[in-house]
């Protein structure tokens, strides 16, 4: 059985990619043909979800600055956005109840609310999924949409604790200690190396938190983000998370073919997750509204709110907690798996042509914005750039420094992460704060004075696509970008890059080059 899970996930999962279609549309698909065949899910599946959102959690927890969440564009947009939704749809839960739609008639006023409250939340594994396929976890418009979705988690923590029968216990205040730990976790992680021990810790650690948090009556998921947040910052923290990356990955497939296994939906079912699945726009719409009226970018708003358009595995948890009160009836878990399953499918292919999106509509989305700016939102331009080297981290700051020790005038770097940026800064460095995928950097920069671009950033997709924004403003300078896979390199020269490396191999180069100079500096 194990295997025939295996066989059908990736069989629907490459599909899925053969049609431009994110794998994770492929596993819900896999999920609902399982449980159609009549394959019965053991707790092996279970388990598997279970770890893989404990994983992506603990990853988000590392690269997380707890004090955003304390940034009014973050906690002002989660908070309000939940309110509103939550009036509008039980408004319109009682509304379809008096027309008397089936399995909206039987609600009362509380069980509106409740699908409501379920409804309200985003899904993080969607989200987080979405944004890590784009490179853009660490972008603005990525930090806003996973400091919401912080928020909103706990929230539906904090309900899925207080309607359970055990209450947290009152040991559950020392856990407020916790933060007094990280010296010896971080130590802890910095003897571990850079091997198969690394990610071990990780998992460790993750489920370390957990156990105490369920230890005190909280969700040992919980713990595993509280425990994440608390060594975040450090050097290690980031070579922890991209340790666990593929793993995280691997067993989340298990929590995308469980929704599947859920139940088995009537035609009467379907239509009603596909009229809620209608409300997905006006979410999105919402979002897109109240960050724009909290003086975010027109960009940064919309492509937030496009990841947040989906609906929550936690809607799941909290209607599965409503139906064991009998506070709504066994049905409505199936129709919100459905609803759950119709939204990935709806955020998946809509954020797969977000960039495209804001490209076409700009001059619309511009027209929301506030003429205010907050702080993280004033655009740096770069004066009188002959060179720009796209990306800062290990392979950008060793092109930028070669660049700079042979003499090169007026080379400047962007980077996407203020926080490294600000250590460029630091160390006397050009480097600017900046989206390369943003159509207004490269209308506003003097295109005409820079020579050559060169793209040090991992992900071939985010490099083309600022390709098509550097067409549209008639650049006419040299381009060279780096590559991982031979595949990816023919995608690039395709695109219109002049040169492009692949790192692993020119790493060689480099290596053996070093190696000649101090053989002939020893011979002279």
């Known amino acids: 059985m194990d295997y025939m899970w295996i066989a059908v996930a990736f069989v629907c999962g490459y599909l899925a990619r053969q049609i431009k279609l994110p794998p994770l549309v492929g596993y819900l698909a896999a999920g609902f043909g399982l449980h159609l065949a009549g394959v019965t899910p053991d707790d092996t599946l279970e388990t598997l979800s279970d770890i893989g959102i404990t994983l992506l959690l603990f990853t988000i927890g590392l690269k997380l600055d707890v004090r955003s969440l304390l ?50 939340f985003s899904s993080t594994v969607c989200a987080v999924k979405v944004l890590e396929e784009r490179a853009e976890l660490r972008s603005r418009h990525g930090q806003i949409a996973i400091g919401i979705l912080i928020i909103q988690d706990i929230a539906a923590v904090v309900f899925v604790t207080f309607t359970t029968d055990v209450l947290p216990s009152i040991w559950a205040i020392g856990l407020l200690l916790l933060p007094l730990l990280r010296p010896m976790i971080v130590k802890l992680l910095q003897y571990c190396g850079h091997g198969e021990l690394l990610p071990l810790a990780g998992f460790f650690l993750a489920y370390t938190g957990g156990e105490l948090f369920e230890l005190v009556g909280l969700k040992a998921q919980l713990g595993a983000l509280v425990v994440a947040i608390i060594i975040s910052g450090q050097p290690k923290s980031e070579e922890l998370a991209k340790s666990l990356f593929h793993f995280k990955d691997l067993f989340l497939i ?10 088995l939906p009537t035609v009467d079912m379907i239509w009603i997750a596909l009229i809620v699945s209608l409300v997905l726009p006006l979410k999105a719409g919402l979002f897109f509204v109240i960050m724009t009226q909290l003086k975010l970018r027109g960009r940064s708003s ?134 390369a995928e943003d159509p207004f950097l490269w209308e506003t920069i003097n295109i005409e004075k820079i020579e050559m671009i060169m793209f040090a950033i991992p992900n071939h997709k985010d490099i083309i696509e600022t390709v098509k924004q550097l067409r549209l ?23 219109g890059i002049d040169v ?25």
């Open 254 to 263: 298990g929590f995308f073919l469980s929704i599947g296994f859920t139940a």
């Open 302 to 435: 919309m492509l937030a709110a496009l990841s947040l358009a989906n609906y929550s595995e936690f809607g799941l948890i909290v209607t599965a907690a409503s139906v064991s009160f009998g506070l709504l009836s066994k049905e409505w878990l199936v129709i919100m798996a459905l609803i759950v399953s119709f939204s990935f499918i709806f955020s998946s292919i809509i954020n797969a042509y977000a960039h495209r999106i804001y490209a076409h509509w700009r001059s619309l989305i511009k027209r929301f914005e506030k003429p205010e700016r907050l702080e993280e939102d004033q655009l740096e331009i770069p004066q009188d750039a002959s060179i720009l080297v796209v990306g800062m981290g290990r392979v950008g700051t060793g092109a930028y420094k070669t660049l700079i020790e042979r003499n090169y005038k007026n080379v400047w770097g962007i980077e996407l992460m203020r926080s490294l940026a600000l250590e460029h800064k630091q160390e006397k460095r050009n480097v600017i704060v900046a989206d």
């Open 473 to 495: 403003v008639n650049y006419t300078g040299k381009l060279a970008g780096i590559a991982k896979y031979d595949d990816n390199r023919d995608k690039l020269l395709s695109a």
């Open 71 to 120: 940034k009014k564009e973050i906690w002002g947009t989660a908070t309000s956005h939940m309110l509103m939704i939550v009036l509008f749809l039980t408004g319109n839960s009682l509304l379809l109840g008096s027309l008397g739609l089936m399995y909206f008639s039987d609600l009362s006023l509380t069980g509106s609310l409740l699908i409501a409250f379920a409804l309200s």
């Open 500 to 524: 492009v490396f692949n790192f692993y191999q020119k790493a060689g180069v480099g290596f053996a080059e070093q190696a000649l100079k101090i053989m002939d500096e020893s011979d002279s």
